[in-house]
């Protein structure tokens, strides 16, 4: 069974950087499409970037050139690097994995989900 565990979220101002790790149980990442997504209270689920088995990479317009996805096979672990942090990156961020995916940040795509972590951006 497929488990993923986030950490690394937290509060920062404006303008600072943070990283999330999502640990995943057994060899996923190798085998796995991976993504991270966010949701704002009161707001949809939202794919924010991707990446397949052979490490190519999709993000959605808004976080392009400050967020970073990578993952570490050896480790099971997806990473995504945040810089230049804005309010509007408040969230609770998941990271999400699957086998079979068409539309790389539709969240619909996906069956494994971590719990989330939070993160908290202040102006």
């Known amino acids: 069974q497929v488990q993923l565990v986030e950490s690394g979220g937290g509060s920062v101002q404006a303008g600072g950087s943070l990283r999330l790790s999502c640990k995943a149980s057994g060899a996923i990442t190798s085998e796995y499409y991976m993504a991270w997504f966010r949701q704002a209270p009161g707001k949809e689920r939202e794919g924010v970037a991707h990446i397949d088995r052979r490490g190519m990479t999709t993000y959605a317009d808004s976080v392009k050139g400050r967020f970073t996805i990578s993952k570490d096979n050896a480790k099971n672990t997806l990473y995504l690097q945040m810089k230049s942090l804005k309010p509007e990156d408040t969230a609770m961020y998941y990271c999400?994995?699957?086998?079979?995916?068409?539309?790389?940040?539709?969240?619909?795509?996906?069956?494994?989900w971590g719990q989330g972590t939070q993160v908290t951006v202040s102006s």
């Open positions: 999400a994995a699957d086998t079979v995916v068409a539309s790389a940040l539709s969240p619909t795509w996906y069956d494994y």
